[in-house]
């Protein structure tokens, strides 16, 4: 059995028929082809798959692509607007917040939630706000510097 | 923009891909026509295989074919052992790609399925019906040695895969038996697990017209995959290419060369069509290799006065149901030849036991023997601090190695390169302002709260290592690295080497190099690797090992042509070669700097070669090999600080302060981030990680909602800082730095969780450290229910 879903994914609207238990973490990668939303687990810890669904962060892997049908859901490739890096991925460039790189496009979209609802966190309120993303590589020490400059640079004036 | 960008804290060029989601993972990538592949997986930890039946799953929707070992046997090779430790009685089992007749633990494959779509081969899984006569496991190291204990391998007497020993210094018998007093200790080094965000894929692509076989894999070291894949596969090592694209994270788990790598090589030259396997999450848990997993016995004989007469220790090392590639050499050469630690041992004797267990192999997990041979020295050197009633600190400093420059040997056979383990352990006291905390401890004892302060004062040896050491411990490969520096007319770099970072961060750090050698923009430099097609054969990034050999082998090839490039200025200024001289990327004539070319501009002479001096060959390119002459020594001090509460066991780890001497640093920002992951992981060891089995072999923490990985919360800001003692055999000076936080960190905060408890009579706890288990050993401390 095959349902339609349409979808509006990075300002671009997509209409599809996939399985009724198809992801909507599979619906991005496997059927519209952005991979730069990650699977890093199957039990929705890790948080790699994390993307804005109706600009909220939502974790791709909890969401059956049925249920975001009607949908607009950003990815790490929607972030960047026409001037440029968003601030975050300014900041995570510049505070050295990554290392392998697997976790950070789910980082970065769970840290736009963080700062759209707490636009300037201290260290411990950043540090609770991604416990549900996971990072191997960088001990989450410049993870917390990059969101803190974004921060920053979003109250400035920034996007 | 020149040598001043060596030692910058430059922000990294693999970063805009990786930001904006246009890097390629191994399971980003698909190719016409691709299949995949779904391993179906022993569920029982040892059991015979009575009969499987494929014929409902090859015939379910979109399956294309289902193989078991009645397919592969005689078709593919074992999955190698490649490191075939001497002396040892090595007992190397038989890793088929997929069991035959026999699992030995839960994820051993059983049967493979080729279909469509990764669903449709994962539904097909649940359709081979396996009928299993399953068998008695034994799991824990200590308990496959025991007689009696189920028998893994029927060839393999007691389950005993090596007996490796060493020896060094003065005689131990006599070290202990002469000595004022002895402190013993029996550690647990939990079986951890990798857990690298990326989980493990392979894309195979075999093309039967040419008998071509291409692989995408997420590996550390693509050259050697080819190496070990074309003795496996058959196929010679001309028509492989294995190419290593984005790797997402790897601290030793992607080294070897998995059976279903080779398994899913085998579906693709069996079909003629690309296939790729992408191990879930919870696959990766079962079939990725894990890391440690050691008993420990291990005592310190000393003097009165605290001087270390001698060091011995018995050890059971757990290598899960098989070998795994790289395995026999980690809880061995890797560990034992590190026990004199920073410290002078006269004596060291060790007995090191590798068992067979119903696990999932154990390979390399960063720091790869170094941490768990850290700890053994680091706790050891507490208990004796603890027995004297002295200071950690001064039994450190009784016992340290002194300052030396240029080499120093210790017991166990190596030399140490450089070191000045006082230096570190001076200016860590002073960043952390150890007095006032032991004060603030000693306040907060009289307020009934638990402050702990633990030391930790490593070196590791790293940057492996010349090849002639190499062979003699029986690594199967050679430790050299390579590398090609290519000019382009424009004066634009390609660098092409052989090992292959998977978030180190060297695409950066090597442009670094070559512009502080040439004196071009590090921006000038395109950094290539990955790719056993175009670039030069290296045996890949692991053991701290790439900035350390590889970038030595960069340096020198810059250096080649720094020296072409003179021969090529001289001649268009029309001077003796003798008579230039070279800064910042400009070769002019000795006292007339106006005088002058820039290396652009022999660049683009080299490559049009419309004047070149008679006898020079054209282009500005060269390559080296560099084989280093001895490992590096990094080495550091470490403190950590908690507070335990004794109502609930729950320890907080209040501050972390860290001094790390990796020799000049080439891009400090990178070092730091390196030492604030090594040291996040050795934490997770101390305090949280722990891959548990029941008794029957299945794996309890099977998921991330089981294993504790560390969490954003629950960390302090950690504190870097770092001394700087070069190497004196190496071209650049540079140590390794990748595994370093993760050796030191572990002992640091046991030390300091062990200290906190002193008053309530806690000698020891089984790592992790979780509260329950803190909890318990307070309460029959203080002799409660």
Redesign the interface.
């Known amino acids: 059995m095959r349902v339609p879903v349409t979808i509006t994914m990075n300002g671009r609207e997509y209409s599809r028929d996939v ?1 009724p ?1 198809l992801l909507l973490v599979h619906l991005i ?1 496997d059927v519209l082809g ?10 929705s ?2 948080g ?1 798959c994390t993307v804005l669904l109706d600009g909220v962060a939502a974790k791709s892997c909890t969401c059956l692509a049925v249920q975001a049908d009607g949908a607009s859901v950003t ?3 929607g ?2 607007g026409e001037d440029g ?1 968003h601030p975050l ?1 300014e900041s ?3 505070k ?1 917040g ?8 789910g980082m ?1 979209m769970a840290s736009h939630e963080l700062l759209r609802c707490t636009p300037n966190p201290s ?2 309120e ?3 706000g ?2 549900g ?12 510097r990059s969101v803190r400059e974004a921060a920053g640079e979003m109250a400035g004036g920034g996007q | 923009m020149s040598a001043s960008t060596f030692g910058s804290g430059i922000r990294r060029r693999e970063d805009p891909r990786l930001i904006t989601g246009m890097a390629t993972y191994t399971d980003d990538i698909g190719l016409p026509g691709m299949l995949h592949a779904a391993m179906l997986r022993s569920p029982f930890a040892h059991a015979r295989i009575a009969s499987i039946d494929t014929s409902e799953a090859a015939a379910a929707a979109g399956v294309e074919a289902v193989y078991t070992a009645a397919d592969t046997d005689g078709q593919i090779g074992a999955a190698p052992c490649a490191w075939l430790l001497p002396e040892s009685g090595l007992a190397i089992a038989d890793y088929h790609c997929i069991a035959k007749d026999t699992v030995r633990y839960v994820g051993d494959i059983v049967a493979v399925v080729v279909a469509g779509t990764r669903q449709q081969a994962c539904d097909a899984l649940d359709l081979i019906d396996v009928d299993y006569d399953t068998l008695d496991a034994v799991v824990g190291p200590k308990q496959s040695a025991a007689p009696g204990a189920p028998q893994l391998h029927s060839e393999i007497e007691g389950n005993q895969a090596f007996h490796w020993t060493v020896t060094g210094g003065g005689d131990i018998e006599e070290a202990f038996a002469g000595a004022d007093v002895v402190v013993k200790e029996t550690i647990v080094q939990q079986r951890l697990i990798p857990n690298a965000m990326e989980p493990r894929a392979m894309l195979a692509s075999y093309t039967a017209p040419t008998g071509e076989l291409t692989l995408w894999n997420t590996t550390q070291n693509p050259h050697i995959v080819r190496f070990l894949m074309s003795l496996v596969m058959g196929v010679p090592e001309d028509k492989l290419r294995v190419i290593a694209p984005e790797v997402g994270g790897g601290f030793g788990s992607k080294i070897a060369v998995y059976p279903g790598d080779f398994v899913t090589a085998f579906c693709s030259k069996k079909l003629g069509v690309p296939v790729k396997w992408a191990e879930s999450r919870s696959e990766n848990y079962l079939a990725t290799t894990h890391g440690r997993d050691h008993v420990q016995e291990i005592e310190l004989a000393a003097t009165s006065d605290g001087k270390i007469v001698g060091l011995r220790a018995t050890v059971w090392a757990g290598m899960g149901a098989y070998l795994s590639t790289a395995a026999p050499g980690i809880p061995t050469i890797l560990h034992g030849l590190m026990l004199s630690g920073v410290y002078d041992i006269p004596a060291i004797h060790e007995d090191v036991y590798g068992l067979y267990t119903n696990t999932t192999p154990v390979e390399a997990y960063r720091g790869a023997g170094r941490p768990e041979a850290t700890f053994m020295v680091e706790r050891l050197v507490d208990l004796l601090a603890a027995k004297l009633g002295q200071d950690p600190v001064d039994v450190r400093r009784r016992n340290f190695i002194p300052k030396f420059d240029d080499g120093h040997d210790v017991a166990t056979g190596l030399t140490y390169d450089s070191g000045n383990y006082d230096g570190a352990l001076t200016k860590l006291l002073d960043k952390a302002g150890y007095d006032a905390l032991r004060s603030e401890q000693a306040e907060a004892r009289k307020e009934g709260r638990h402050i702990g302060l633990g030391l930790s004062t490593y070196v590791e040896i790293c940057g492996l290592g010349p090849s002639q050491v190499a062979g003699a411990i029986g690594f199967q490969g050679g430790l050299w690295e390579s590398a090609i520096v290519r000019f382009h007319p424009s004066g634009k770099v390609n660098v092409m080497i052989g090992a292959s970072p998977h978030g180190q961060g060297e695409e950066t750090t090597f442009a670094q190099i070559i512009a502080g050698e040439l004196g071009v923009s590090p921006d000038d430099v395109k950094v290539i690797h990955g790719d056993t097609d175009n670039t030069p054969m290296g045996w890949g990034t692991y053991g701290s090992r790439t900035t350390a050999v590889g970038g030595a082998a960069l340096a020198l090839a810059a250096r080649k042509i720094r020296d072409k490039a003179t021969i090529i200025a001289a001649h268009l200024l029309e001077a003796a070669v003798e008579d230039m001289d070279y800064e910042d990327g400009t070769f002019f004539v000795k006292g007339s700097p106006d005088s002058s070319k820039t290396i652009q501009d022999i660049a683009l002479m080299a490559n049009v070669a419309w004047n070149m001096p008679e006898g020079v060959e054209a282009g500005l390119e060269a390559t080296t090999f560099y084989d280093p002459p001895n490992f590096v020594f990094p080495y550091g001090a470490h403190l950590a600080k908690v507070e335990v509460d004794a109502e609930t066991g729950s320890v907080t780890l209040q501050r972390y302060v860290a001094v790390d001497d990796c020799g000049p640093q080439i891009n400090p920002v990178i070092v730091e981030g390196q030492v604030h992951g090594g040291i996040v992981q050795g934490i997770g060891q101390a305090l949280w990680e722990e891959g548990v089995y029941d008794e029957d072999g299945q794996l309890l923490t099977g998921t991330m909602l089981d294993y504790a990985i560390p969490r954003a919360d629950g960390l302090p800001d950690i504190e870097v800082h770092s001394t700087v003692t070069p190497s004196p055999h190496h071209p650049l000076g540079v140590k390794g730095i990748g595994e370093a936080g993760t050796i030191a960190s572990t002992a640091a905060v046991y030390n300091a969780v062990i200290d906190a408890l002193k008053p309530l009579g806690v000698g020891s706890v089984r790592m992790p450290l979780t509260p329950e288990r803190v909890w318990r050993s307070i309460q029959d401390a203080q002799g409660g229910n």
Do not use: M
């Open positions: 399985e238990r990668r952005l991979t730069g939303t990650k699977v890093g687990c199957d039990t810890q890790c790699s990815t790490i490739e972030l960047a890096l991925q995570f460039w510049n050295h990554l290392q392998c790189g697997f976790c950070t496009p970065i260290d411990e950043i540090r609770h991604l416990e993303n996971f990072c191997r590589c960088t001990g989450y020490q410049n993870i917390v």
